[in-house]
């Protein structure tokens, strides 16, 4: 079955990185594009990117130039590189795939952004 896991959030200081790894199984990674959303407390849950398959990724106007992604098609995995972290960044960050007519979500790992 199609399986998502993220990892690498954590708490950083503002102005700091953080890079987020998706992993994913049960499906034929190579042909997907994966999905980056993120939900802060009392907010709706937003997209942050899109990672197509070949590499290119597009960006919501608010991390554009300050976040990166790509993917790793022989791992299975897509990665989403955050820099210069601001408190409105601050999140619960998940990776999303449409398959087999369907949405897949990962468990989503916590970003958190200090003073």
């Known amino acids: 079955q199609v399986q998502l896991v993220e990892s690498g959030g954590g708490l950083v200081q503002v102005g700091g990185s953080l890079r987020l790894s998706c992993a994913a199984s049960?499906?034929?990674?190579?042909?997907?594009?994966i999905d980056w959303y993120r939900q802060a407390p009392g907010k709706q849950r937003e997209q942050v990117a899109r990672v197509f398959s070949g590499g290119r990724a597009d960006f919501v106007d608010s991390v554009r130039g300050r976040f990166a992604a790509s993917r790793d098609d022989a791992k299975n995995t897509v990665y989403l590189q955050m820099n210069r972290l601001k408190f409105e960044d601050a999140a619960v960050y998940y990776c999303?795939?449409?398959?087999?007519?369907?949405?897949?979500w990962g468990q989503g790992t916590q970003v958190t952004v200090s003073s």
């Open positions: 999303n795939v449409r398959a087999y007519g369907r949405d897949y």
């Open positions: 049960g499906f034929t990674f190579s042909t997907y594009f």
